[in-house]
T-cell receptor
Framework: NAGVTQTPKFRVLKTGQSMTLLCAQD?????MYWYRQDPGMGLRLIHY???????AKGEVPDGYNVSRLKKQNFLLGLESAAPSQTSVYFC???????????FGQGTRLTVV | DQQVKQNSPSLSVQEGRISILNCDYT??????FLWYKKYPAEGPTFLIS?????DKNEDGRFTVFLNKSAKHLSLHIVPSQPGDSAVYFC???????????FGAGTTVTVRA
């Protein structure tokens, strides 16, 4: 049982480059989330989705876009990367909004 | 503005003793609370939860206490073991909100 899988695990970008982070879950969960973790800040919600074809903004959505074309996949895009987006990104999924979230292993992104 | 606060960034405890982690929240709508544990280079994993209709929930060595009037919860680990050394995140949610708000985390180090 793979759970939540994030691709890639590491990436270095130059300022201004774009990239897409992929999150895939095999638990048939409705809800999916993208968080970023920064030192002293905990986990902050970037965007989330409550079902296929839906997306919504979280706490820190600026500079990011998302898409949920298939129920099992949630993509996070950076159109023009900035050094402030250097962070560890976690994807999570839940069956409903009030159940435990399952997290991927994270993507460590460095923007130089 | 962080709605979930963990004011102690770190905690050091001797093996076999009790670890007490604290968490405060400001949003009175929160009615479901969770603790997550995170090892380096891994995603957070669910540890224990409590709903607002209870004031205590126990699972093996882990007990969570909720004081709604004080908007405070705590996680007790008894006895602490070296494998408990990790970052612990407090999180909260409420019905119809679909997402979790996380604290900044507390790093626990269990000394042999």
């Amino acid at each position: 049982n793979a759970g939540v899988t994030q691709t890639p695990k590491f990436r270095v970008l130059k300022t201004g480059q774009s990239m897409t982070l992929l999150c895939a879950q095999d638990m048939n969960h409705e809800y999916m989330y993208w968080y970023r973790q920064d030192p002293g800040m905990g986990l902050r919600l970037i965007h989330y989705s409550v079902g296929e074809g839906t997306t919504a903004k979280g706490e820190v959505p600026d500079g990011y876009n998302v898409s949920r074309l298939k129920k099992q996949n949630f993509l996070l895009g950076l159109e023009s990367a900035a050094p402030s987006q250097t962070s560890v990104y976690f994807c999570a999924s839940t069956r409903t909004g009030l159940t435990e979230a399952f997290f991927g292993q994270g993507t460590r992104l460095t923007v130089v | 503005d962080q709605q979930v606060k963990q004011n102690s960034p770190s905690l050091s405890v001797q093996e076999g003793r009790i670890s007490i982690l604290n968490c405060d929240y400001t949003n009175s709508m929160f009615d479901y609370f969770l603790w997550y544990k995170k090892y380096p280079a891994e995603g957070p994993t669910f540890l224990i939860s409590i709903s607002s209709i209870k004031d205590k929930n126990e699972d093996g060595r882990f007990t969570v206490f909720l004081n709604k009037s004080a908007k405070h919860l705590s996680l007790h680990i008894v006895p602490s073991q070296p494998g408990d050394s990790a970052v612990y995140f407090c999180a909260a949610s409420w019905a119809n909100d679909y997402k979790l708000s996380f604290g900044a985390g507390t790093t626990v180090t269990v000394r042999a």
